[in-house]
């Protein structure tokens, strides 16, 4: 399963995907998303021999679904910010192989906890990384389980208990 934005960012998770594949013929990747793109990359799938093994999904009303029945998420976006995807992933017990950008999933991702970090547009190390995952069941049963106890800490309740805690050093400070 991928969530990427960006056409850059949909044809490097399908070329990857094709090293996936080699290693792992029974594997497939479901493309989420809608735009102008779709050509391209259903030619890319095309010409790769992939299209029994990837699919353009289009749109999803329940991200939720997709993420619960997927075995890894890929990013492959060249930038991210916060990272809703791998916030939405990880709080599905879905482990995040992403690109190791300079913000984002590098903040979210445990190297080795809860996913993988590769190096930004590392199509051979995703693809590894990818297959790790699925050659071994109880990894990423293991990813699963301590991406659900890592998104805790961006709850409603930590972000709130964080702030309070910045409040009250603040006027501690000013106080004194």
Not at 100 to 115: A, C, F, V
Not at 119 to 138: F, S
Request: glycine share 10%.
């Amino acid at each position: 399963h991928n969530c990427v934005r960006s056409r850059n960012a949909r044809l490097a998770a399908i070329r990857a995907f094709a090293e996936v594949v080699r290693r792992r013929p029974a594997a497939r990747l479901e493309v989420y998303g809608r735009g102008p793109d779709e050509k391209p990359l259903q030619a890319l799938i095309n010409s790769l021999g992939l299209a029994e093994s990837v699919r353009l999904a289009g749109y999803t009303n329940d991200p939720a679904a997709v993420y619960r029945r997927a075995s890894v998420s890929l990013l492959t976006s060249r930038y991210e910010g916060f990272g809703l995807v791998v916030l939405e992933a990880m709080g599905r017990g879905c482990p995040v192989v992403s690109f190791d950008l300079n913000y984002g999933p590098g903040d979210m991702i445990e190297n080795g906890g809860t996913g993988y970090l590769v190096p930004p547009g590392d199509e051979h190390a995703l693809a590894v990384r990818t297959v790790e995952i699925l050659n071994d069941p109880g990894l990423r049963d293991r990813f699963g389980a301590a991406s659900l106890t890592a998104v805790e800490r961006y709850s409603p309740e930590a972000y709130l208990a964080r702030w309070s805690e910045l409040f009250n050093r603040i006027a501690a400070k000013s106080w004194s």
